[in-house]
Antibody, heavy 124, light 107 residues
Framework: EVQLVESGGGLVKPGGSLRLSCAAS????????MNWVRQAPGKGLEWVAS????????YHADSVKGRFTISRDNAKNSLYLQMNSLRAEDTAVYHC?????????????????WGQGALVTVSS | EIVLTQSPATLSLSPGERATLSCRAS??????LAWYQQKPGQAPRLLIY???DRATGIPARFSGSGSGTDFTLTISSLEPEDFAVYYC?????????FGQGTKLEIK
């Protein structure tokens, strides 16, 4: 059974930093692209970042480019999101999601398994 | 950036009825479109990918169709557990945007 478990969320002041982690199990983690998708309270879904299986290809949404960095450690079956210069509008639940179905095109994939998410609140 | 527009915003139906949800893209996404279901307090669940392929474990009452710019998710006979928010998402190019969602509610 595929499991994705996020950790590292919490309350942070504007301008602060936070690092999210996602522990993956139940599938060949080092074979598939991985992603972060967020959802602000009461709002829709926004794709934040994607990383290919070997980390050779990395993509970030314009809204987070230069502030957030996606990375992975295949030896630890783990995905990360380093978030710097946080803003109030970054407040959201951040989901880790795998892409084990379909192909990816320039970082655009489908998200077929999701973690329950980590809540990040940016507030003074 | 491609824009996905879903309609209607809210759909009120009764169990047993047929549901038809629409997703329109601002430019062609070929068949690179997925549908997700999200219930309150839960993560989204992939239902359909590549416009018409059902994801693993998804009941046959869910079906997808379309290509280019116009797509449809059909639920042939609504079960009580199908009332939720549905999102479409394209993977034709970066960024992989989602539609704004259709809320399927019990009439």
């Amino acid at each position: 059974e595929v499991q994705l478990v996020e950790s590292g969320g919490g309350l942070v002041k504007p301008g602060g930093s936070l690092r999210l982690s996602c522990a993956a199990s139940g599938f060949a983690f080092n074979t598939y692209s991985m992603n972060w998708v967020r959802q602000a309270p009461g709002k829709g879904l926004e794709w934040v970042a994607s990383i290919s299986s070997s980390a050779k290809h990395i993509y970030h949404a314009d809204s987070v480019k230069g502030r957030f960095t996606i990375s992975r450690d295949n030896a630890k079956n783990s995905l990360y999101l380093q978030m710097n210069s946080l803003r109030a509008e970054d407040t959201a639940v951040y989901h880790c999601a795998s892409s084990t179905v379909g192909q990816c095109n320039d970082g655009s994939c489908y998200a077929d398994h999701w973690g329950q998410g980590a809540l990040v609140t940016v507030s003074s | 950036e491609i824009v996905l527009t879903q309609s209607p915003a809210t759909l009120s139906l009764s169990p047993g009825e047929r549901a038809t949800l629409s997703c329109r893209a601002s430019q062609s996404v070929s068949s690179y479109l997925a549908w997700y279901q999200q219930k309150p307090g839960q993560a989204p669940r992939l239902l359909i990918y590549d416009a018409s392929d059902r994801a693993t474990g998804i009941p046959a009452r869910f079906s997808g169709s379309g290509s280019g710019t116009d797509f449809t998710l059909t639920i042939s006979s609504l079960e009580p557990e199908d009332f939720a928010v549905y999102y479409c998402q394209q993977r034709a190019n970066w960024p992989p945007v989602f539609g704004q969602g259709t809320k399927l509610e019990i009439k």
